[in-house]
């Protein structure tokens, strides 16, 4: 079963940046993406890639602000996050699946890492 390891979570001020990574181990999958879900609420979609990176979606909360990126040699996605702001304290989530059509939707994705957790410390 192919897992997937997220790393990358801490606590960082209003402002600064954070990398997430994601390795799924043995294999690459078509498409990646990052869901979020804060205390009290419900997962929601961040940003997706398809295969290659020819396909990028991005919540319109981090558009502009957060950038996902991926390394196929690796079997790595990245979530590159700039101008953190308080609202985007929440547990990150990689989530993969096999089909190379983007979608927002978590039930739509059948891997998930454990989660990492990003938190501003202002």
């Known amino acids: 079963q192919v897992q997937l390891v997220e790393s990358g979570g801490g606590s960082v001020q209003a402002g600064g940046s954070l990398r997430l990574s994601c390795t799924s181990s043995?294999?690459?999958?078509?498409?990646y993406a990052w869901f979020r879900q804060a205390p009290g609420k419900e997962r929601e979609f961040v940003a997706t890639?398809?295969?290659?990176?020819?396909?990028?979606l991005y919540a319109d909360s981090v558009k502009d602000r957060f950038t996902i990126s991926r390394d196929n040699a690796k079997n790595t996605v990245y979530l590159q996050m700039n101008s953190l702001k308080p609202e985007d304290t929440a547990v990150y989530y990689c989530?993969?699946?096999?089909?190379?059509?983007?979608?927002?939707?978590?039930?739509?994705?059948?891997?998930w890492g454990q989660g990492t957790q990003v938190t501003d410390s202002s």
């Open positions: 989530a993969a699946k096999w089909n190379p059509f983007a979608t927002t939707k978590p039930g739509d994705f059948g891997s």
């Open positions: 043995g294999r690459t999958f078509s498409t």
């Open positions: 890639s398809t295969w290659g990176g020819g396909n990028t």
